[in-house]
């Protein structure tokens, strides 16, 4: 399109300048005129053309809503409006000026002076026609007197007459002598026949024509009268026109004859003008807006590449763009574009390649945070929690969902936690730590580690850190090695003296019983057998540390945990209390475990809900086995008193018990054994006891390798 706009304006250029070179020129306007203006309207259709098409396409870009037809709409209105005015005035100027012009040649003056002339002209060259016919009609006057004409004769009639030659003819054109000014001159043109015969048969004949070296000359003819009998003779004079009368009278008739010429093509003139005007504005105009939309493309293409180009950069893509190649301002503006977009593209690569590096850091300081047992709470300056991994969402029992908004401060849960962390910066510094005990949401005590570091500022912009570990397994391990310990040396210091007191009690009763009567032989059968059963009494109670402390490690194998427990329930078919068993999952998986060992915690357990249902009327048992994360929890629910709250805390330490005659070693076993198994046991006091127990799946652990 744009070598077709360029080819077809030069081509327009060029017919413009031939037409109105055409106009100037009558003879080449007259041959070609009408061929330069048609082509010159063909070149004008065809700029029409595709100027058309060039608006069309703006036109459909503008309604598309193309980027970048805004402005090369608002360069084209604005470019074309600075080549439209300036020629549309020019133009009016000029058609103004070409018809007042051609208006003015035909003046009435002008006219009446062109008339003048040419008449003062023609009288001046009457007169000289008359003058010299008068004189040739006198010298053949004088010529008719003489027979005989000689050359001296013609010469002195020529100097008399004043003329330039003398020429003696007869009618039938034959030269009988001549004169001449300068010598050895050439002939004059001889006058026609005709003209013979007119000046024989008149008063003469005087005419102008060219002289033969230029110019105009007079040219008088005469008859002249012989003797009877004797040829007609025609005696001929010249005389040369003064030249500044002949340019005079050559120019006026020239002028009056092209002036005349003029005024018979004085519509056409105007008509020639109008057009070549019209066709130089027309061809001026369409090539002005082709070149418009040149310019505004040009103009506008740097422009949009920058646009384009800003929007790649905040959509992120930081790709090279197209470059104008030139020196000016905008090609080293699109040039200075592409080095920032070149070097926001290595600084986005450089920060995404920090960014995963970051994110690959930060991923494996969240897995190993996420894998931590211990929990970690990160708080900010103002005690706002910043981050919370998973260990210290199980160990709290709580996803910590919405404790970002509040300050620690402001917690709803978990106040003795927060009091010690507040606590612990407050008054002993930076690094800090304490063992504190907290109720978990169940009720049962939770022994925590807490300790704390605050952050340097320079870091992430200060705060603090606070890990915690769940040590009350561990405190209850220990507890446990404690008592088994303990019970391991009082059964060895105590069992040792046992025996001899026995034996010695039965050998006074054996001594003294036939010694002794009455009343004395009833005391002494007393006291020796409460000897004898504070004695076995004090044996039971060492056997039962001697089993806490030497429980054997379980031998487990997969175990179906509901005939196991159909299996115990057995032994309780004559017992007061219902026992209600709730039927278990179809689908509830086996357990690794050890049946004599798990039989020993089910009678335990159900023994104890029986000692606590003593005195109560309607004394009910609830039995309910489920899948419940990958276990298999049991729960054994009474309609008893309950735990106390000061029981419920240390129920499975050893010697604790609210039974009389009880050594508060069941629970204490119990818990043992399910440590043993990987499980876990939780108490709960709500309209009743409650005992949970929940055991690891036979897959489970076969799946992990165990």
């Not at 102008?208 to 002249?224: C, N, Q, T």
């Not at 005990?437 to 005590?445: K, L, V």
Request: glycine share 10%.
């Amino acid at each position: 399109m744009r070598v077709a706009l360029a080819v077809i304006a030069a081509l327009g250029a060029i017919l413009l300048f031939l037409l109105a070179s055409a106009s100037a020129n009558t003879a080449l306007f007259a041959a070609n005129y009408t061929w330069l203006l048609a082509i010159n309207g063909v070149a004008a259709l065809a700029l029409l053309a595709l100027v058309g098409l060039q608006l069309r396409r703006l036109r459909r870009d503008f309604k598309g809503g193309v980027f970048g037809s805004r402005l090369k709409s608002r360069l084209l209105l604005m470019l074309s409006l600075m080549a439209v005015l300036p020629g549309a005035l020019v133009y009016g100027v000029s058609m103004q000026f070409a018809v007042k012009s051609i208006d003015s040649w035909f003046d009435v003056r002008v006219d009446t002076a062109l008339e003048g002339g040419l008449n003062l002209g023609r009288s001046v060259l009457d007169g000289l026609q008359a003058d010299l016919l008068a004189k040739t009609r006198d010298a053949a006057l004088d010529l008719g007197d003489g027979a005989f004409i000689g050359p001296s004769r013609l010469n002195r009639l020529r100097e008399q007459a004043g003329a330039q030659t003398a020429i003696l003819l007869t009618l039938s054109g034959q030269v009988l002598g001549s004169s001449s000014v300068e010598l050895g001159s050439l002939l004059p043109p001889l006058p026609a026949p005709s003209q013979l015969r007119a000046a024989r048969g008149g008063r003469g004949l005087a005419q102008i024509g060219e002289a033969p070296g230029g110019g105009l000359m007079v040219r008088a003819l005469a008859a002249v009268d012989g003797s009877l009998g004797s040829e007609p003779r025609v005696l001929q004079l010249t005389q040369a026109v003064p030249p500044s009368i002949a340019r005079s009278a050559e120019s006026v008739a020239a002028a009056h004859r092209d002036y005349q010429e003029l005024q018979l093509g004085r519509t056409g003139l105007k008509q020639i003008y109008t057009l070549t005007l019209t066709l130089s504005l027309l061809l001026a105009l369409f090539s002005a807006i082709a070149l418009a939309f040149f310019l505004a493309e040009r103009l506008a293409r740097p422009l949009l590449i920058l646009a384009e180009g800003t929007r790649a950069v905040a959509a992120g893509d930081f790709a090279p763009r197209a470059t104008v190649e030139a020196s000016d301002e905008l090609g080293v503006l699109t040039h200075s574009f592409n080095s920032m977009t070149q070097q926001l593209g290595e600084a986005r690569a450089q920060a995404e390649h920090h960014r995963h590096e970051m994110e690959a850091a930060q991923a494996y300081l969240e897995s190993v945070l996420a894998n931590l047992s211990a929990g970690v709470l990160a708080f900010d300056l103002r005690f706002r929690l910043r981050a919370a991994n998973r260990g210290a969402q199980a160990i709290l029992g709580d996803d910590l969902a919405g404790f970002e908004q509040q300050r620690l401060q402001e917690w709803p849960r978990h106040e003795t936690l927060a009091g010690a962390i507040l606590g612990g910066f407050a008054a002993r510094g930076d690094e800090w730590q304490e063992q504190l005990e907290i109720a978990r949401p169940d009720g049962m005590p939770q022994a925590l580690l807490v300790r704390g570091t605050a952050l340097p500022a320079a870091g992430g912009g200060g705060g603090y850190v606070v890990v915690f570990d769940d040590i009350t397994k561990l405190i209850a391990a220990q507890r446990s090695a404690a008592w088994g310990e303990v019970a391991q040396r009082l059964a060895h210091e105590i069992k040792n003296p046992l025996t001899p007191i026995q034996l010695s009690a039965e050998r006074l009763q054996l001594k003294l019983a036939d010694q002794l009567t009455g009343a004395s032989r009833e005391l002494l059968d007393r006291a020796t057998q409460t000897i004898v059963n504070q004695v076995e009494a004090m044996k039971n109670m060492v056997n039962d540390f001697r089993d806490y402390a030497r429980t054997p490690l379980p031998q487990l194998a997969p175990l179906d945990l509901a005939a196991l427990l159909g299996e115990v329930l057995g032994l309780y078919e004559e017992s007061r209390t219902v026992i209600a068993v709730a039927p278990a999952p179809t689908s509830l998986p086996l357990v690794l475990a050890d049946a004599n060992q798990l039989r020993q915690v089910l009678h335990n357990v159900l023994t104890n809900a029986q000692d606590a249902l003593a005195g109560v009327a309607d004394a009910r048992i609830a039995i309910t086995m489920a899948q419940d994360a990958g276990r298999v929890r049991l729960t054994v629910r009474d309609n008893g008193p309950g735990f106390a709250p000061q029981i419920l805390a240390r129920a499975f330490e050893p010697y604790v018990t609210t039974k009389s005659k009880g050594t508060g070693l069941g629970l204490a076993i119990v818990k043992k054994i399910v440590d043993d198994h990987g499980g876990e046991i939780r108490l709960a006091s709500d309209h009743g006891g409650e005992v949970s127990i929940w055991l690891p799946l036979a897959t489970q652990v076969a799946a992990k390798g165990v």
